[in-house]
């Protein structure tokens, strides 16, 4: 039987997902506080974690954030691991709930080291963005797997042809650009629009925790 790995119900959880990720301008871990924690995990210094602290809990929890995201079948959510990562530490991401994210691309997508040089991506590139969130308590919760695929053209205009999906942490699937649950992530559409086409859609890793692999234009 799939376990649900943060120790609440599926739907709750999605609830709960919804809040966090429209809690954009007025980021609150307050919310979190409710919640049961998925386990016993606390750190000392929650609110603003350092980059060791952050890589360090990540460490620790990542092959119990891919085992929930596992729960899909999807075979993204169990390789995305493998692939190269972008970010030296994960770093919180107002945008994405106020979470612990680290972005990690296939070979498809490996223009992406380039950053704002790398121009539009193929189709067949996946970007995969995984999360964790520490409440003001300092309890531990594993968050939803972020996708973002290139499919070919003419899949959809309006989003550049990006499929764009959302895991939750027990592996049901929140929604998927033209698949199931898509209304649920059209708000995916609407942000990453706004990094324009010259950017083919993406944001990038913020330039603080950017991994800098000699192949990007000088500044
Ligand atoms: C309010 C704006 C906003 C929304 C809504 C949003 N994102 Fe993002 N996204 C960003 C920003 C900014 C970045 C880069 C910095 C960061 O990670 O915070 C980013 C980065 C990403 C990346 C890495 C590729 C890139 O653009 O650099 C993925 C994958 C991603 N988002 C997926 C999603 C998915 C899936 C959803 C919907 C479930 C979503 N995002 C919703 C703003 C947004």
Not at 65 to 78: C, D, F, H
Not at 176 to 183: C, H, I, L, M, N
Request: aromatic share 10%; glycine share 8%; charged share 25%.
């Amino acid at each position: 039987m799939p376990r649900n790995t943060a120790g609440i119900p599926a739907r709750l959880a999605q609830a709960f997902a919804v809040l966090v990720c429209f809690s954009i301008t007025a980021p609150s871990l307050s919310a979190l506080d409710s919640t049961k924690p998925k386990r016993h995990f606390r750190v000392e210094r929650p609110a603003d974690l350092t980059d060791a602290d952050a890589l360090t809990i990540y460490t620790q929890i990542l092959g119990e954030i891919v085992a929930g995201y596992a729960l899909s079948r999807e075979p993204v959510a169990s390789e995305y691991r493998h692939w190269r990562r972008f970010n030296r530490a994960p770093y919180r991401s107002a945008t994405h709930g106020e979470r612990y994210v680290s972005n990690y691309g296939n070979v498809e997508a490996e223009a992406y080291a380039r950053f704002e040089a790398g121009g539009r991506m193929p189709a067949g590139a996946l970007l995969a963005k995984d999360s964790f969130a520490v409440t003001q308590r300092g309890d531990v919760f594993t968050g939803p797997l972020f996708l973002m695929e290139k499919m070919p053209a003419g899949f959809n205009p309006a989003s550049r042809d990006w499929r764009y999906s959302m895991i939750m942490p027990d592996g049901s699937l929140f929604g998927e650009t033209k698949g199931p649950g898509s209304a649920r992530v059209e708000f995916c559409i609407t942000c990453h629009k706004a990094a324009g086409d010259r950017n083919d859609h993406m944001y990038f890793v913020p330039k603080s925790h950017r991994v800098r692999f000699g192949n990007e234009d000088p500044e």
